[in-house]
C-alpha cells in the first residue's frame, strides 16, 4: 500500500517560518495532485495548498503570499512564513490519484503533524 509520512511542525513565534515535507512511499506509478490539509481544533479539516504533477498550485486564500507549496515526485514541501497565531492546526498531507501496481486509489492521508504558532 501507499504510505505518507509528514516532517517538520512544531512551535513557532508569530511572523516565523516552518518547513512541512511529505514523503510518500509504497508501489507507485505516479500521484495527480499531492497536498496539504490544516484542521484547527473544534474546526472542519480545510484545504491549505495542493500542487499536480504538472505544478499547478492552488492556495487557501488565508495562506497566499506566506505559503508556498513544492513537489518533486512523490514528495511534497510547504514553506510556511510569516506564520500567524490563526495557523495553529494538525496539518495533513494529501495524495489524490493515487496510481499503483495494484491498481488506483483513493485519497491517501498522512497521520498529521502538530503546527503551533504562539509567543
Known amino acids: 500500500q501507499v504510505q505518507l509520512v509528514e516532517s517538520g511542525g512544531g512551535l513557532v513565534q508569530p511572523g516565523g517560518s516552518l518547513r512541512l515535507s511529505c514523503a510518500a512511499s509504497g508501489s507507485i506509478l505516479s500521484i495527480n495532485v499531492m497536498g496539504w490539509y490544516r484542521q484547527a481544533p473544534g474546526k472542519q479539516r480545510e484545504l491549505v495548498a495542493t500542487?499536480?504533477?504538472?505544478?499547478t498550485t492552488t492556495y487557501a486564500d488565508s495562506v497566499k503570499g506566506r505559503f508556498t507549496i513544492s513537489r518533486a515526485k512523490y514528495t511534497v514541501s510547504l514553506q510556511m512564513n510569516n506564520l500567524k497565531p490563526e495557523d495553529t492546526a494538525v496539518y495533513y498531507c494529501?495524495?489524490?490519484?493515487?496510481?499503483?501496481?495494484?491498481?488506483?486509489?483513493?485519497?491517501?492521508w498522512g497521520q498529521g503533524t502538530q503546527v503551533t504558532v504562539s509567543s
Open positions: 500542487i499536480t504533477s504538472g505544478g
Open positions: 494529501n495524495a489524490k490519484g493515487v496510481s499503483t501496481i495494484w491498481g488506483p486509489l483513493n485519497d491517501r
